[in-house]
């Protein structure tokens, strides 16, 4: 990091929220490809924006048009990506924006850091006083992250291959691909487990709400009185 910069301070979460009258969290949506990450994140999103509540959508493939277009599929790459993806997520959930992020994110820790980031209270650059720390940290609550782990066996998931990959991979077309020549590390306590062979859109847009809903993020009834 360049030593040249200097944190600045602004509105804290707290005061973006009540003056936009919902909280901003992550969603972030992990398991294989064709699991069905994109479908229910874009269904979800949906959903979520005719309750009249702010959600965008951050997916794995489409990131990598732009923002993540210079990296590959190596270990060192995927981890590289989950990072962008994880500080970008943030930034939608300070402004008080709900993200949902659809990716493989295949590995562990990767997802581990991404939750730390969001439980960070405040981020005062190097050069902030430990006076100004104690101050953002007072004013600001840390930022929600709940992992929804879409499982799927490897088995079903080729079943599906609506992209044909995993057909290219057992071909060696291509390299490094999740669950065929790369590792998935399943989550291990997930907020959220949806089991995508027996469970439709509908319901799993329909678990996840009600999860929301349960830990009081939503306020949907806030909003309609206000």
């Known amino acids: 990091m360049a030593t040249n910069i200097t944190w ?21 949506f992990t398991g294989l490809s064709a699991s069905g990450k994109s479908t229910i994140a874009t269904a979800l999103e949906q959903h979520l924006l005719h309750l009249g509540l702010a959600a965008y959508r951050l997916d794995g493939d489409n990131v990598r048009f732009g ?11 995927r981890n590289e990506n989950i990072r962008r993806v994880a500080e970008v997520a ?3 959930a300070d402004a008080s924006t709900i993200v949902l992020t659809a990716f493989i994110s295949p590995y562990r820790a990767d997802r581990n ?3 730390a980031l969001h439980a960070v209270a405040s981020q005062p650059g190097p050069t902030a006083s430990q006076s100004q720390q104690q101050h953002d940290d007072a004013d600001d609550d840390p930022l929600q992250f ?9 088995e079903e ?13 057992r071909a060696g077309e291509i390299k490094d691909f999740t669950g065929i020549s790369a590792p998935y590390e399943a989550p291990e306590a997930a907020e959220i ?34």
Not at 15 to 28: D, V
Not at 67 to 77: C, I, Q, V, W, Y
């Open 193 to 226: 487990t949806i089991d995508s062979a027996r469970t439709s859109v509908e319901d799993a847009v329909r678990q996840i709400v009600t999860y929301l809903e349960e830990k009081g993020l939503l306020r949907t009834a806030d909003r309609a009185a206000g």
């Open 113 to 115: 850091t991404a939750r």
């Open 90 to 92: 943030k930034l939608f």
């Open 8 to 28: 600045h301070p602004s509105l804290s979460r707290r005061e973006r929220n009540e003056l936009r009258k919902q909280r901003g969290f992550t969603i972030w």
């Open 67 to 77: 923002l993540n277009r210079d990296l590959g599929f190596s270990e060192k790459d």
């Open 157 to 169: 998931a080729e079943k599906r291959d609506p992209k044909g990959l995993y057909k290219r991979a």
């Open 146 to 154: 709940i992992e929804v782990f879409v499982d799927i066996s490897l």
